[in-house]
């Protein structure tokens, strides 16, 4: 089955990537096992893709800053697993990346 073009099928997503850039930093988006985790992140890159499309109509001009891209391009998605009292709990990390934090990155090593 194919992903669906309709922006409404990704609501979810959209809503968890709002709320990863509003606090600045990310949030984790709590998984069953490592498929699902791949599974949402594919959502949210289609939900992106369908962002970026939808902006390239809303600004044609090629020079404006919006055209073809979209506000969830600063998102990385990734998906990690933990051990958590003695369980294995996956995650999807919705992150913020910027120069700042890459640079906090950088230092932590």
């Known amino acids: 089955m194919s992903a669906s073009n309709s922006p409404l099928a990704y609501a979810d997503i959209r809503h968890l990537a709002d709320r990863a850039l509003a ?3 990310g949030v984790m ?3 069953h096992d490592l498929g699902e985790s791949i599974s949402q992140r594919t959502r949210f ?3 992106r893709d369908l962002d970026r499309r939808a902006n ?11 055209h073809g891209t979209s506000v969830y391009d600063s998102l990385v998605l990734s998906p990690c697993s933990e051990l958590r009292d003695g369980e294995t709990v996956t995650f999807l990390a919705f992150e913020v990346s910027s120069a700042e934090r890459l640079a906090e990155r950088i230092e932590e090593l």
């Open 45 to 47: 890159y289609k939900m």
């Open 56 to 66: 390239k109509r809303t600004y044609p001009d090629p020079d404006h800053p919006m």
């Open 23 to 25: 606090n600045g930093r």
């Open 29 to 31: 988006l709590r998984c």
